[in-house]
Nanobody, 127 residues
Framework: QVQFVESGGGLVQPGGSLRLSCAAS????????VGWFRQVPGKARELVAA????????????NYADSVKGRFTISRDNAKNTVYLQMNSLEPEDTAVYYC????????????????WGQGTQVTVSS
């Protein structure tokens, strides 16, 4: 089981940038695929970016929702048990609470049906 603490959110103007951090503890972090999700009130939580593990048989890979492709970059530092989300060219539509979560199954991660979530970090894009 992995626990997370998200940080790095804030208020930014359209076109600005933020870097979110997701600090993990409690298990072998490097064995988990990790995703960044976001949620706005009244809408379902959505997966915006995912990063897989890397192993002797598979390379690390990343995937993005179409709405953030080319603007957001997910990365991980297993030595620091941390996953990052670099967000550039932010738009008002990116306003949401951002969460991270992880699973050893990529299908489970993509489904996003976790029983436990961190507190998230609020991102507000507004002029």
């Amino acid at each position: 089981q992995v626990q997370f603490v998200e940080s790095g959110g804030g208020l930014v103007q359209p076109g600005g940038s933020l870097r979110l951090s997701c600090a993990a503890s409690g298990s072998i972090f490097s064995a988990y695929h990790v995703g960044w999700f976001r949620q706005v009130p009244g809408k379902a939580r959505e997966l915006v970016a995912a990063i897989t593990t890397d192993s002797v048989t598979t390379d690390l890979s990343t995937n993005y929702a179409d709405s953030v492709k080319g603007r957001f970059t997910i990365s991980r530092d297993n030595a620091k048990n941390t996953v990052y989300l670099q967000m550039n060219s932010l738009e008002p539509e990116d306003t949401a609470v951002y969460y991270c979560n992880a699973d050893k199954s990529l299908l489970t991660l993509v489904a996003g049906e976790f029983s436990s979530w961190g507190q998230g970090t609020q991102v507000t894009v507004s002029s």
